[in-house]
């Protein structure tokens, strides 16, 4: 059974629609990416997938049970997180209070569970572990993404939706990350990249691409890659 | 020639027929307004002059405000403090300095500029909630220090003695009116023309601004310069309605009203402000007389209660909800124009 | 060395109100981002109610149901003015915090009118007279407060629930995200403002006799200028920039006033000095004396 | 002689190298695309150009003027105008207004007039409002004139902005991402307003725009950026289909680089 299924999703901000009927499963253990130009919804998906939006049509399931509409709070607990677009750590507070942050659902029930995944975090990011007390707003922009990434995993999640995981960093950075996607998807965890980066195909299971708020492909990886559509999208003429 | 190019302006004199009779009952209105602020008053048995007055002092303060606040996107919470410069020195010039009434009333609306100005060059390099406070540190000081210099009667005030002219109560309320009038005739023009455009596009957008070839700080001075003219002829008038001028009551209970006017009667909308001040100044003198005086009490609790009531669900304030009316009054229909809702941008320009 | 000294001891007294009610907006200001211009009346709200039971309970039992309300006011501000407001400019917010703290006057002034008022304080009498300085146990107690509430609010804030308020403050959409409810957090925030006003309020109240608006009128702005100058986000940023302008007042009205031109000239010279300072502050090192942030 | 020249710009931001050696040219009347991916410098570099931001090393040159080092205000009055990835407009005004806001600097009374209603400012005022009805005609957005910008679809928005530039009369328009929000035939329509624009006002173009086709179909000359550097350049054609491009775009060499 799928992990996550997204049926006939609606939903936009104030009156302006941007998702226009929406819909496609996940299954438990794969990583999909969502692929899509600016503008074309992702974000608005995602957002409304983990509760900070409310649809305004469809039903979004999470094993099994209908969640559409609950608060992140809830979703956090049910084990859904989020990498939130542009990172958004804590900048005023040090590494290791952000990551801590990360576990708060968990913080009174499971304090053996969160020595854990702050080991695991480490062992996927060491340089996290040697800036554990630095502020999170004076690291650089691919440590933050680092950051983000290790307090989304703090909540010891079954599905983890990174949005744009790659945006400004350099090709080592980015492939560092990367790396440790494919290590995240290893121990289990569902993933689903938003990504404008055909790049992040390669780490993926699953490809889905959105243009104007709808999902005009959903695929395999290996597939898409050479899809004239695809390219088309991207550079405007098949190459 | 100029004949033709008339009749070419209006080819259907049927039409230009009809655009008269659209005008008749605008024109009423506008008597029936005339009369009550200029007639009515006339034929009251006990005419609250000094309210009234009041009320338009406040007016033109609130003006004053709404040219930083609404149209600059810049705060002031010691705003009293540039009434009192503008009240201060214009009795002062008047009493110490043997000048005019006239003098006076130039040099009050002189100081308010240049001490307005004085606190946009502190804009130029503090912002937004620390503007706020020092603006409200100047208010202050100003009650404290400046306005008990030995220039100003080291406490005991300055006598304002008004001119022949004006020693009537009526006399100074119409006097007072046509200063009203003054201001809202350059506040007009500030909006439509240069100034006033550069100003709220650096309002809006710093960047923009510049990239339209507006030098963004030079117009932040000229935003505060504006206002602190209008708010020195508030202050003169301030001091010659009472005779004389000290310190007691410029102070920061007054800043909030004068912001609670302002924004309650609509940023950027002067009829909206005037409205709510006449309302909110005037009427309270006689609820004082037939309820007592704790009612007013009550009826000053009530303010801040509209304020944040204003804050919250209609940032447009009273202006944004008489619409319809400035709309039919100014010669259009009698209903807000599509796309015309409040763009909410709060007090402040800027977060 | 007698006038120094008498100035030094009268600034650090002198200060510790500022620094105490500073301690009260740096709260807020690092849980909402807002400059709360309602955290003196939470303290006029308090004192006010403490000195009406008075006449019934005792001293003490008055002063703690005080407090309660000042906890009550600054929750009750949150829910009706702050939550509606939160997504407005931060200057909006400080325009509504305004109105709450003259709504408040205005209803004391309904209530009751603006007569003075005063209620005894805990201790009567002097502690101890220092080079002449006769210090009163009631501005003893004034400090001993100031101590406790900063070594409390300086471990709530090491807390994990301390660290979370910071993240609402800092990150409203990640701090969701993490599952911590940023509304509830902004509500806890504001409880303790009025719990640090209220105690503020009865405490200093007792220093003199007290008019509606008290709080606010005799120590809101300094209190915001010692925060500004400790940086507004640093507790003891604030601790220490109330006894810096407790400092600058007094010496300001000790040696100043000494300057015969001055004291002929400059009425309330301590008012320009402060004034000055602020400005100097923010002109020159906005972050102030403490502050990271800016 | 070039409009721009973009002479060896460098800026760094902390540690980050923004944009390391990046030359750009733009001779008169051409239209110059500037492509790469997201987070390659293009938005910084214009901001290098237009005077927000100060490079560190290199030089800005505009219709032969040194202008590295003067600010923007008057960059603009030399006729630099640009729009802003996130509209930039008087959101509360309307759309004529706006068109006249951004007259600014051909305005001849001074601000002082203008506030006392002096004589020649009124007539002047209705120039300004001729010359906006104008613009507003050429781009096809005159049936907007009294609308609020606050209320209209954000694609609607971003022509609007153009307009305003063009009302401030500039030599060169730079434009930032201008088909953001608009769908394919959108664009495609844009792409046309674009070339006829040029040809009537004798315009020089440089935009920053992901969609590609546009970029063909309109550009003269395309550089490409990454990671703050200057990948190529070219006619569009031979950009496009340069093996560096396609994979920085589609950014799979990106992650063998390292």
Redesign the interface.
Known sequence: MALLEVEDLHAGYGALPVLQGVSFDIPEGETAVLLG???AGKTTTVSNLVGLYKPTKGVVRFDGEEITGKSPAELVRRGMAMVPEGRRTFPALTVLQNLKLGAWVRRKHDKAGIDASLERVFEYFPRLAERKDQLAGSM??GEQQMLAIGRGMMADPRLLIIDEA???????L??TV?AVVDRIKADGVTVILVE?????L?HADRALVME?GQLVYQGHGDEIRDSARLRET????P? | MAVADAVLDHPDSAERAKSVVRWIPRLAAWGVLAAFLLVFPLSLETFHAQRWSLGVVFAIAALSLNVLIGYAGQISLGHQGFLGVGAFVSAYVVTVHQQTFWVGLLAGALSGAVASLLMGVVALRVRGLYLALVTLAYGRMAQETLFNLGIFGKGSGVEAPRPALLLGDHAFYYFSLVVLAGVL??NW??V???????V??VR??E??A???????SR?KL?AFV?SGAFVGLAGTLYAFLNGRVDSQGINFEMALFLVLITVVGGL?SPAGILVFTALFEVLPTYVGDYFGIRWSFWLLALGPALLIITLVFYPGGVGQQIKPITSWMTGGPFRV???????Q?GVSGRP | MQQFMSALLLGLIGGAPFALLGLGLVLVYRGSRVFNFAQGEFGTVSAFTAYLLSFRLPIGISMLIGIGVGVLMGLLTERLVVQPLFNAPKVTLLVATAAVATGSIALQLAIGDAALRSYPPLIEGNAFEPFNVPIRWQQLLVVLALAGVAIALYLFFKTALGTAVLAAAQEPVATDLVGIGTRKMSALVWGLAGLVGGITGVIVAALQPFTPGYVTSDFLIFAFVAAVVGGMTSMPGAVLGGLVLGLVQSFSASYLADIRWISDNIPAVGEVTVFILLIAVLAFRPTGLLGKEA | MAVLDVDDISIRFG??QALGNVSVKAQELEIVGLIG???AGKTTLFNCI???YRPNDGRVRFLGVDVTEI????R??MG???T?QQV??????TVL?NL???Q??K?E?S??A????AGN?WAE?KVLRQRAMEILDLVGLAHLA???V???PYGTMKNVEMA??LA?DPEILMLD?PT??M?PEESHTFGDVLLRLRKELGLTVLMIE????L??AVCDYVYCLN?GQLLTEGKPEDV??HPEV?TA????E??E??
């Open positions: 130009l600016n503008g650089s922009g790659s945006l400004g960093l350099s090709p080592l980015a492939k990367f404008q980066n055909i790049g992040a390669r104007k991207y550079l405007g003429a190459a | 005739f350059f023009r500030f439509r023309s240069k100034a006033g455009r550069a709220s596009a809006e957008n960047q923009v510049a990239s339209y070839g507006i030098p963004v117009y000229i504006v950027r124009h599509h796309g015309e809702q409040f763009v941008e | 540690g980050l991916p997201n987070g237009t005077g927000f600010p923007i205000h008057q603009a009055a630099m105008g640009r802003f930039g407009l008087v959101k509360g005004a207004e006249i806001t951004a600014h600097t305005v009374y601000a002082g203008g506030i006392l209603g400012t005022e009294h609308r609020r606050a209320g209209l305003a530039v401030t991402e953001s929000g769908g992901h969609h590609v086709p970029v063909v990671f496009r289909t396609v775009y589609l950014g799979e990106a992650e680089v390292a």
